[in-house]
């Protein structure tokens, strides 16, 4: 268990995010020591960024922002949404809370350190874990599109929509998302992340795969505002899942462009001629 009357020793530090991990220290030192917290923000994160997306696809046609819709002849229905929902409410109970559980009757949870970690400390651990966990990704996912009885038995589930919407972003088998937890979680211990980075991490890494769902082109999404098409996005994912020989990675555009993959441009400019038409 922490040691919280080590919390006063870092009140000389200069880090900037230390009064915040004093203040989470100090107050919820019992739910982020949790092993199962994580699965707490995975979940939680999920849940709360689907919310706003959900409202889009009921309004629908009706949506301000319905302009910036990928698929407009295919609409999200509630049903859809309370199926995808309820299977990823069920891998949770199934699947993710008792293996947490027996990995933290088998390896002991080391204490929450006294120090935060400095800010580009979070931003190297977080972006050095997203560039690998997304090569790892790219190949695993490039090999489960190219066996067809992996695909079958692993990852066909998750293309059961060629229309993806925010929920559909945790439409997986079982064994996909234990493949997806093991790395992400796997990712961050081996760069020896500090948890707070940890955290952040999985925040952004769920809103990264949730935009890739959203089906919505939007021009301030993350996909939109980081420079020269370096990440991937909704337009990206989109287009995988309507032509799923295409962009395999998750987060970033650099492996599908490398391996010929890569394959949005050429999507774009049918859809608008389809538009046009
Ligand atoms: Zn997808
Ligand atoms: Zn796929």
């Known amino acids: 268990m922490w040691n919280i009357t080590g919390v006063g020793l870092s009140n000389t530090s200069d880090r900037l995010l230390q009064p915040i991990w004093d203040h989470l220290l100090m107050h919820h030192y019992n739910l982020m020591s949790s092993p199962f917290f994580p699965v707490f923000l995975v979940f939680s994160s999920y849940f709360l960024f689907c919310i706003p997306f959900t409202l889009l696809d009921?309004?629908?046609?009706?949506?301000?922002?319905?302009?910036?819709?990928?698929?407009?002849?295919?609409?999200?229905?509630?049903?859809?949404?309370?199926?995808?929902?309820?299977?990823?409410?069920?891998?949770?109970?199934?699947?993710?809370?008792?293996?947490?559980?027996?990995?933290?009757?088998?390896?002991?949870?080391?204490?929450?350190?006294?120090s935060a970690p400095t800010l580009w400390e979070v931003f190297s651990?977080?972006?050095?874990?997203?560039?690998?966990?997304?090569?790892?990704?790219?190949?695993?996912?490039?090999?489960?599109?190219?066996?067809?009885?992996?695909?079958?038995?692993?990852?066909?589930?998750?293309?059961?929509?060629?229309?993806?919407?925010?929920?559909?972003?945790?439409?997986?088998?079982?064994?996909?998302?234990?493949?997806?937890?093991?790395?992400?979680?796997?990712?961050?211990?081996?760069?020896?992340?500090?948890?707070?980075?940890?955290?952040?991490?999985?925040?952004?890494?769920?809103?990264?795969?949730?935009?890739?769902?959203?089906?919505?082109?939007?021009p301030y999404s993350f996909g939109n505002l980081v420079p020269f098409g370096l990440l991937g996005g909704a337009m990206i994912h989109d287009t995988h899942h309507q032509k799923p020989s295409s962009n395999f990675a998750p987060f970033f555009t650099h492996w599908d462009i490398v391996f010929g993959t890569a394959a949005t441009e050429k999507l774009k400019s049918e859809m608008r001629s389809r538009e046009a038409d």
């Not at 790892?136 to 229309?163: E, K, P, T």
């Open 125 to 218: 651990g977080g972006l050095a874990a997203l560039l690998i966990f997304d090569t790892q990704y790219f190949f695993w996912h490039w090999v489960h599109h190219r066996n067809a009885h992996l695909y079958r038995w692993v990852h066909a589930i998750h293309h059961d929509y060629v229309a993806p919407f925010s929920w559909s972003s945790q439409h997986l088998s079982g064994v996909e998302l234990m493949t997806v937890g093991f790395l992400s979680n796997l990712d961050p211990i081996l760069l020896k992340c500090h948890p707070l980075t940890v955290w952040i991490l999985i925040v952004v890494s769920v809103w990264m795969s949730v935009e890739d769902h959203i089906g919505y082109d939007l």
């Open 58 to 114: 009921v309004l629908g046609i009706n949506s301000p922002l319905y302009g910036y819709k990928i698929q407009k002849g295919r609409r999200a229905t509630l049903a859809m949404m309370v199926r995808t929902l309820w299977m990823a409410v069920y891998n949770q109970l199934v699947f993710v809370f008792p293996t947490v559980l027996i990995m933290s009757m088998v390896i002991s949870t080391p204490p929450l350190p006294v």
